[in-house]
C-alpha cells in the first residue's frame, strides 16, 4: 500500500456461458427430421461447471462442507435426484440420453439412404447394360397394350343401358 493512494477493486460476475437455449430442428431425410436441444446453457453442465468450481477452491482437507456440497452437486449432475428440489432436473444421463436417440436416429437414415444408393445404383448398371433391341422391343409391345387398353376404356365410357340394348 502507498499511503495516501486508494483505490477500488470492482468484481463483476458474469454468466460462464452466454448464448441460446433454442433447440434446432434438423432435417436427416424427406421424412425425418431431429431436435438438437443440448447446448452448453443446459442445466447439467452448469451443475457440473460449479462442483469443479468448488473443488477448484483449493484446501478440501480443512474444508469438509464443500467437499460434501461439491459431491452433492456432482452426483446431480450425474444423475438428477428429486431429493434435489432446487437443482434443475437435467442431469448428464439425460443428455447423453438425448444424444444417443438423435446418433441412433442418423445412423438409421444413413442405413435406409445407403440402401437406397445401392438399388439405384443396380437400376443404373441395368439401364446401362439392356440390350437397345430387346429394349425397343418391349417399348412397342408395350405402347400396343397401352393403346389397346386407351380403346377398351373409350368404349366402355360409350357404354349405355340404350347402347347395350341395340
Known sequence: PVPGVTETISLDSRAFLTGTSLSTQQRISDTQSLVMDVTGLDPAFEKLTRALGIIAQGDLINNPDRVQQALGILNDAIEHSPLQPHEEKSDLQGVQDR????????????????????????????????????????????????????????????????????
Open 99 to 166: 444424444i444417443g436417440i438423435n446418433q441412433r436416429a442418423i445412423a438409421d437414415a444413413k442405413g435406409v439412404q445407403t440402401s437406397f444408393l445401392a438399388f439405384l445404383e443396380g437400376r443404373q448398371n441395368e439401364l446401362e447394360k439392356a440390350d437397345t433391341t430387346e429394349v425397343a422391343v418391349r417399348l412397342q409391345t408395350d405402347s400396343q397394350v397401352l393403346n389397346i387398353s386407351y380403346a377398351s376404356l373409350a368404349k366402355i365410357t360409350e357404354l349405355s343401358l340404350l347402347n347395350y340394348l341395340r
